[in-house]
Every structure is written in structure tokens, then in C-alpha cells.
């Protein structure tokens, strides 16, 4: 018999949510702020609803939220590149990465990145006619 721990469901969906605020993720979730307080902090397991709207956002595969087994959260190709480029890196690169990254999340200007053969995660790309 699987045993289902409030507290262990909460820390998986506080990895769902990310870095969203807790009302920006219930928002997506059509649910109370205080009902995503709830379930991150154990108080509560997500509904069948929740669960699939979880699914549907963030792709977060219900069996994985309750059971801790299962796909876990979807990953895109880049996300997967980024995740092996990062575990592969001594600390220093780990952490100059994080660093770029909250930067470029919290910058208000966002970046165009254009041209024939733009690609990111570590891999060149073009912006206007100069190589980066």
C-alpha cells in the first residue's frame, strides 16, 4: 500500500510552482492563495481537480504530486539541456548560471533574439548580424 504524506505533496508542489508567487500559481490554478498555502504546507492534499489542472499548466503528472513516483514534471528539450549542463558544472559555473539566470528573470527588458539559426541552452545563436 502506497502511504500518502500531506508534507512530502506540499514540497512537490512548491517545486511545480517554482518561482511564481503563491497567488500568480493559484490564479493559473483557478483556486484561493490560501488553498495553495494549504497543500504546501501539509495541511491538505490537492483535489482530483486541482491535480489535473497541475497537469494541464505545468505538466506535472498527478501520480508524481501524491506519490512522489512516476514522470515528475515535464521537461522541455531546452530545460533538459540546461538541467545536464548544469549538473555537469563545477560549483562556480552552478553558480554564475543561477546568477544570469534570477538576473535575466527579474530584468524588466526583455531580450530578441533573431535570425536564421537561433538557438539557446548552450548553443550559439544569432542576434541581429552578430554571433554571441
Request: neutral net charge; aromatic residues 6%.
Amino acid at each position: 500500500m502506497i502511504e500518502v504524506d500531506l508534507h512530502e505533496i506540499g514540497a512537490r508542489i512548491r517545486d511545480v510552482r517554482g518561482n511564481l508567487t503563491q497567488a500568480a500559481f493559484a490564479q493559473k490554478l483557478g483556486i484561493e492563495r490560501k488553498t495553495v498555502g494549504r497543500y504546501e504546507s501539509g495541511d491538505r492534499a490537492p483535489d482530483a481537480v486541482a491535480l489535473l489542472r497541475l497537469m494541464a499548466e505545468f505538466g506535472a503528472d498527478p501520480a508524481w504530486v501524491l506519490t512522489g513516483r512516476g514522470a515528475g514534471l515535464e521537461l522541455s528539450d531546452d530545460e533538459r539541456e540546461l538541467l545536464s549542463l548544469y549538473r555537469s558544472a563545477p560549483l562556480a559555473g552552478k553558480m554564475a548560471a543561477v546568477g544570469a539566470l534570477k538576473g535575466a528573470a527579474s530584468s524588466q527588458e526583455g531580450v530578441t533574439i533573431s535570425g536564421n539559426h537561433a538557438r539557446v541552452a548552450g548553443r550559439d545563436y544569432f542576434e541581429g548580424n552578430k554571433k554571441k
